[in-house]
């Protein structure tokens, strides 16, 4: 089975240290694209990456999917990327063919969604995109690890709906997220030992 690096923003999304007890190296990147990018990147530049697999697990909201449950994200969209004036499509880095990136690793059993990364809190609809899935870190994780060629995988506890109300549901249901989260990395554990 490979070396499992958990990588989270916080340590609330680790309440009650439940995914601690799991045994596996743990990373705090801290919120937002860029800490996440560069705390990941040191962490796999001074690693055997030829038995990692890195395994994101954190709180995400959604406009699309109830609150409650874990999904696993297979595709990786960068919401704060707008170049269209340029003539790239939303979402698109300028000069990079990828308007999202496929870099997810599938865990059988979970529902499978797109996850759109960006450096805000969202609270409302946005105006072009319908967001499945929403965190602030897991596309820069994804491409990261596509950088190192080490697998990944990404498992959001969904805590709100994104909306007016998010900041203080999200505060609540953030300490449920390890409980969640930590059955979830069993079944990805389960998956890995038959593999």
């Known amino acids: 089975m490979k070396k499992l690096l958990l990588v989270l923003a ?19 990147t801290g919120v937002g694209k860029v800490n996440a990018a560069l705390k990941l990147a040191e962490a796999l530049a001074t ?34 990327m707008d170049a269209t004036a340029l003539g790239f499509a939303l979402g698109q880095t300028p000069y990079e063919e990828d308007i999202h990136l496929d870099y997810g690793m599938v865990v059988e059993g979970l529902p499978q969604a797109v996850c759109f990364s960006g450096d805000s809190f969202v609270t409302e609809k946005h105006p072009q995109l319908a967001l499945e899935v929403i965190d602030m870190e897991a596309y820069a994780l994804a491409k990261v690890c596509r950088h190192f060629s080490v697998p990944f995988c990404s498992l959001k506890f969904i805590t709100d709906g994104a909306d007016g109300a998010a900041a203080t549901e999200w505060r609540d249901a953030v300490r449920m997220a390890a409980q969640h989260l930590s059955a979830a990395l069993t079944v990805l554990e389960k998956q890995l030992a038959q593999d």
Do not use: T
Not at 10 to 28: F, K, Q, T
Not at 58 to 80: I, K, T
């Open 47 to 80: 690693r055997n990456r030829d038995e990692l697999l890195v395994v994101n697990l954190g709180s995400a909201g959604s406009h699309h999917l109830p609150a409650g449950q874990v999904v696993c994200a297979q595709q990786f969209f960068e919401r704060d």
């Open 10 to 28: 916080l340590p609330e999304e680790n309440d009650g240290n439940l995914l601690s007890a799991h045994g596996h190296e743990i990373l705090y």
